[in-house]
């Protein structure tokens, strides 16, 4: 199941987003058509900080299965971005994700798993987005909403992809969590994916 949540502040944060993030960067295993910026990154990883978090490069692959490690902020826009969001848990291995919608369309290679929420709560956030973008799991297909957050266990498999070319890049918020029992306006849904 998808869980579908009003985001408090999400005008603040499309406008802090649009205006301070233009710089994206090609996916790690130059995937066409997926690019991003980290919002969090790990010292003893081998990359550009802004990079780090933009998939798995195979001589570091362990490395990079250690999203606790993906916990400092990249930039000053990055910390007041995760202060706009304001929710009381530490952040991890955290991007912006953009996927352009002429290319790579209904990319079957887009099905992945992340890590279990006992591990890592994941939330996505739309900032841009059309009729034409999509998340699925394999239960479940949704056109996210500009105005939402999106949590489900991301630990089986899903994909987010783009079910027809268009002009519009989708830009959303990926954003990884240190679960924990503190009160927030996602709690119940966290305490419901564990």
């Known amino acids: 199941m998808i869980y579908k949540i009003p985001v408090p502040n999400i005008d603040k944060i499309i406008h802090h987003v649009k205006n301070n993030f233009n710089t994206f960067y090609p996916w790690n295993d130059n995937e066409e058509g997926y690019s991003g910026y980290g919002l969090t990154y790990n010292p003893e990883y081998p990359l550009q900080k802004e990079r780090q978090v933009l998939g798995p490069i195979s001589e570091y692959f362990d490395l990079y299965?250690?999203?606790?490690?993906?916990?400092?902020?990249?930039?000053?826009?990055?910390?007041?971005?995760?202060?706009?969001?304001?929710?009381?848990?530490?952040p991890i291995r955290s991007r912006i994700a953009v996927i352009d919608g002429n290319s790579n369309i209904n990319s079957r290679s887009a099905w992945h798993c992340d890590e279990n929420p006992n591990y890592c709560i994941r939330v996505n956030i739309p900032i841009q987005t059309n009729e034409y973008y999509h998340l699925q799991t394999e239960t479940d297909?949704?056109?996210?909403?500009?105005?939402y957050a999106y949590i489900w266990d991301t630990s089986k498999i899903h994909r987010a992809f783009c079910s027809k070319k268009n002009n519009l890049k989708r830009i959303n918020l990926v954003l990884g969590y240190i679960p924990d029992e503190q009160d927030s306006y996602i709690s119940e849904v966290i305490n419901n994916i564990r």
Request: one cysteine or more; proline letters at 6%; hydrophobic letters at 30%.
């Open 141 to 147: 297909l949704i056109t996210p909403e500009i105005g």
């Open 65 to 90: 299965q250690e999203s606790h490690k993906f916990d400092k902020i990249t930039c000053k826009d990055s910390e007041k971005l995760f202060e706009l969001i304001n929710l009381p848990y530490k």
